[in-house]
T-cell receptor
Framework: SQQGEEDPQALSIQEGENATMNCSYK?????LQWYRQNSGRGLVHLIL?????REKHSGRLRVTLDTSKKSSSLLITASRAADTASYFC?????????????FGQGTTLQVKP | DAMVIQNPRYQVTQFGKPVTLSCSQT?????MYWYQQKSSQAPKLLFH???????NEADTPDNFQSRRPNTSFCFLDIRSPGLGDAAMYLC????????????????FGPGTRLTVL
């Protein structure tokens, strides 16, 4: 069953602005990952945050994780038109150790030049 | 460059006519996954192979089968495609959670868009 829910479903901003996407999940996790998908393409892994981490940075990306609220956020700073894509959070459940990803519904981001 | 390759990128089939989608990888990863993604939805895992060990998701229809003849290749067979099977099919690979200590990340191919007429 699907575990992650994301909001907003769609986000439209101007180039240079920051974009924030949120993800909530239901069960205990080993880690949470964010992926990007350009239109009609496969997914690309962006960043992984472990359950014992609270914040992680990678270039213009900042991810936070609050396990008490079972939520995560992805912040893209100084957005560019090339950031236009769908962004998915995906959780790895704590049980099972299969590494299986449970994807959220995704946020579609449009960055206007 | 190491990568995940899917062929074809676009596949058109007729209602009820069997179709096979292929995936190959040069990453030498242990795990290969097949996802179905419908428009504006999240990818839905159909099944995965951990080495030769096949793992089917409980809600994957019997119409969907998979084969992994060797480490590099994995196939998705749709025995009798229906209109509802039109979707993007994504193949992904990973090293495997047992090796990665649970922090496994997946590498996706570009997908095959299936149209059913």
């Amino acid at each position: 069953s699907q575990q992650g829910e994301e909001d907003p479903q769609a986000l439209s901003i101007q180039e240079g602005e920051n974009a924030t996407m949120n993800c909530s999940y239901k069960t205990s996790i080993n880690n949470l990952q964010w992926y990007r998908q350009n239109s009609g393409r496969g997914l690309v892994h962006l960043i992984l945050i472990r359950s014992n981490e609270r914040e992680k940075h990678s270039g213009r990306l900042r991810v936070t994780l609050d396990t008490s609220k079972k939520s995560s956020s992805l912040l893209i700073t100084a957005s560019r038109a090339a950031d236009t894509a769908s962004y998915f959070c995906a959780t790895v459940p704590l049980s099972g150790n299969t590494g299986k990803l449970i994807f959220g519904q995704g946020t579609t981001l449009q960055v206007k030049p | 460059d190491a990568m995940v390759i899917q062929n074809p990128r676009y596949q058109v089939t007729q209602f009820g006519k069997p179709v096979t989608l292929s995936c190959s990888q040069t990453l030498n990863h242990n795990v290969m996954y097949w996802y179905q993604q419908k428009s504006s939805q999240a990818p839905k895992l159909l099944f995965h192979y951990y080495d030769k060990d096949f793992n089917n998701e409980a809600d994957t229809p019997d119409n969907f089968q998979s084969r992994r003849p060797n480490t590099s290749f994995c196939f998705l067979d749709i025995r009798s495609p229906g209109l509802g099977d039109a979707a993007m099919y994504l193949c992904a690979t990973s090293r495997g959670a047992r090796l990665a200590g649970g922090t496994d990340t997946q590498y996706f191919g570009p997908g095959t868009r299936l149209t059913v007429l």
